[in-house]
């Protein structure tokens, strides 16, 4: 089955480390994103890439990192420079590289919390 | 810039009961609309979209929405609800043009028997 999976699903850690939170999709998609979702705020934008080797900042880009250097993969690294990490952060991808009409594919999240 | 608000932050219903979940958007362009279903601790399912046609849009689940141009609204309905349908409910929107999908706050939908 195709898919998106982010792992792991939970994560914990000390305040001040930088973590990285994997996504691998196997849809063939293109373009790949990555939201931040806290309660009573919907999801916002952090990152997004339309093809390997470019990515683009999002509406929250501050204090994250990303990289895309191949299609399936779209690692998110939260570093130590954010000044609220703990949330549940969503990874998607669409098939159109444009991605306005293009419906999104969310893997399953993981909640990071940050003590 | 488009902008989505989704004025109930919960919906409390009993089961068999119609239910409609409010969406507003504002944006000056064509939009491309969207809800999408999140179970607890889930990622977000695509329920149904709106991209052109008819006004009508029938989703998964039996649920539906009508996009009104007029009033930029996209409200979805149900005309009866299970307890299965307990989950939280976002509405998105696009523009033409711009790459990104910017989603309302969400709608907790409470099935109670």
Redesign the interface.
């Known amino acids: 089955d195709g898919g998106?999976t982010?792992s792991p699903k939970y994560l914990f850690r000390k305040e001040g480390q930088n973590v990285t939170l994997s996504c691998e999709q196997n849809l063939n998609h293109d373009?790949m994103y990555w939201?931040r979702q806290d309660p009573?705020?919907?999801?916002?934008?952090i990152y997004?890439s339309?093809i390997v080797n470019d990515f683009?900042k999002?509406?929250i880009a501050e204090g994250y990192s990303v990289s895309r250097e191949k299609k399936e993969s779209f690692p998110l690294t939260v570093t130590s420079a954010q000044k609220n990490p703990t949330a549940f952060y969503?990874c998607?991808s669409s098939f159109d590289r444009?991605?306005?009409?293009s419906?999104?594919?969310?893997?399953?999240?993981t909640?990071l919390t940050v003590t | 810039a488009q902008s989505v608000t989704q004025l109930d932050s919960q919906v409390p219903v009993f089961e068999e009961a119609p239910v409609e979940l409010r969406c507003n958007y504002s944006s000056s362009v064509s939009v491309y609309l969207f809800w999408y279903v999140q179970y607890p601790n889930q990622g977000l399912q695509l329920l149904l979209k709106y991209l052109s046609g008819s006004t009508l849009v029938k989703g998964i689940n039996g649920f539906e929405a009508e996009f009104n141009k007029s009033q930029t609204s996209f409200h979805l309905r149900k005309p009866s609800v299970h307890i299965s349908d307990t989950a939280e409910y976002f509405c998105a929107v696009s523009e033409a043009g711009f790459q990104k999908l910017v989603f309302g706050t969400g709608t907790r939908l409470l099935v109670s028997p």
Do not use: E, S, T
């Open positions: 998106i982010q373009a939201y009573g705020q919907g999801l916002r934008l997004y339309q683009q999002g509406d969503l998607a444009r991605g306005y009409n419906p999104l594919h969310f893997g399953n999240g909640r």
